[in-house]
């Protein structure tokens, strides 16, 4: 036992390897911590509200006209890929955009058209710039007349990464 105790070299082999295995786990874990540190602040997700969903028929003609607000809440930019109202995608010649007509949060009935404010149709996929709101009409969605009166129907905004879901009743305009 005398021998073993006088042998430093038996004991710093010990240590040496305790002190390599210790040195090499905090590494790993502070370079882990590191990593989803700087992962954790530089990703910014996207996020969108859609609100003042309007659909409306119109009595005499039977001619559907839609409308939504979209708000861009997330921290990017985004990338309007679709619209769909009752599953059915709207072309863009019908799609009529505008962020500076919104006089108040909801859009109402346009009574003349072109659409006060809305006159220029979306000629593509429809760019909301962080924290932008869009306001946008949907003339003559597919598939909608006046027996749909009163139906709960979705609408569908697609962009790169999700589809946000909205409902609203199809309303009846004189």
Not at 93 to 110: E, G, K, R
Request: net charge neutral; charged share 10%.
């Amino acid at each position: 036992m005398k021998r073993l105790l006088r042998n430093r070299r038996a004991l710093s082999t010990v240590i040496t390897t305790l002190i390599i295995l210790v040195v090499s786990i905090l590494l790993a874990s502070v370079l882990t911590f590191f990593a989803i540190n700087v992962v954790s602040t530089r990703v910014q997700e996207e996020s969108l509200h859609v609100s003042n969903q309007h659909i409306w028929v119109d009595e005499t003609t039977g001619n559907a006209l839609g409308a939504i607000t979209i708000t861009n809440t997330g921290g990017r930019d985004v990338v309007l890929n679709k619209i769909a109202v009752r599953g059915q995608v709207c072309a863009w010649t019908n799609v009529f955009p505008n962020s500076t007509a919104l006089s108040s949060d909801d859009i109402v009935y346009p009574s003349a058209s072109p659409y006060t404010g809305f006159a220029t149709a979306a000629t593509g996929q429809l760019v909301l710039p962080a924290g932008a709101k869009i306001g946008i009409i949907i003339n003559a969605p597919d598939s909608i007349g006046l027996n749909d009166i009163g139906l709960t129907i979705s609408i569908g905004v697609h962009s790169a990464q999700a589809v946000y879901y909205s409902e609203t009743n199809i309303q009846a305009h004189p």
